[in-house]
T-cell receptor, first 110, second 112 residues
């Protein structure tokens, strides 16, 4: 069964600090890996999408990495802001199916 | 360019009723997928349509059905509603299946 595991389940950080979210997957075949940000009560918004040949991609203060050999990805948030408080979902695409992680809830405090 | 539009945004139904949710994809997008999101289960895949054909289906009972029209707009129907169907239902569209998916704001369904 294809699985996407995210860690931690939740975390609290102070405004201005950095944090890193993890995503491990067993999806095969692999097409691409996506990170989404979902604010409470709203639909997910795409942050990054990476294919097998890409090992890093940035979107402003968000930087995603991918190690296709170990099937691991991370999302790094730099200089966090209050607006970064949200759920971050790792989604792996393969064989025309999307597999979703349970998400990491990030709370940024002033 | 308008984003993915879902209607209605909020809905309250009683057990046993049926409900129809609507999704208008981004213009030009032909793939529309539906997801159920609950606090305990996260995002669960319901089904995906491409050019009016259902290409993939998740593990949901037959009470959940959908369709896609020639203009790519999609509807999802849930019959004989149960309390456990209360959730945020999200629709996502993409140009092709493997492309970046754009999500709508969702329809919050509450079954009482």
């Amino acid at each position: 069964k294809n699985q996407v595991e995210q860690s931690p389940q939740s975390l609290i950080i102070l405004e201005g600090k950095n944090c890193t979210l993890q995503c491990n997957y067993t999806v095969s075949p692999f097409s691409n890996l996506r990170w989404y940000k979902q604010d409470t009560g709203r639909g997910p918004v795409s942050l990054t999408i990476m294919t097998f040949s890409e090992n890093t991609k940035s979107n402003g203060r968000y930087t995603a990495t991918l190690d296709a050999d170990t099937k691991q990805s991370s999302l790094h948030i730099t200089a966090s802001q209050l607006s970064d408080s949200a759920s971050y979902i790792c989604v792996v695409s393969g064989d025309y199916k999307l597999s979703f992680g349970a998400g990491t809830t990030v709370t940024v405090r002033a | 360019k308008a984003g993915v539009t879902q209607t209605p945004r909020y809905l309250i139904k009683t057990r046993g009723q049926q409900v129809t949710l609507s999704c208008s994809p981004i213009s030009g997008h032909r793939s529309v997928s539906w997801y159920q999101q609950t606090p305990g289960q996260g995002l669960q895949f319901l089904f995906e349509y491409f050019s009016e054909t259902q290409r993939n289906k998740g593990n949901f009972p037959g009470r959940f059905s959908g369709r896609q029209f020639s203009n790519s707009r999609s509807e999802m129907n849930v019959s004989t509603l149960e309390l456990g169907d209360s959730a945020l239902y999200l629709c996502a569209s993409s140009l092709l299946k493997e492309d970046r998916a754009f999500f709508g704001q969702g329809t919050r369904l509450t079954v009482v």
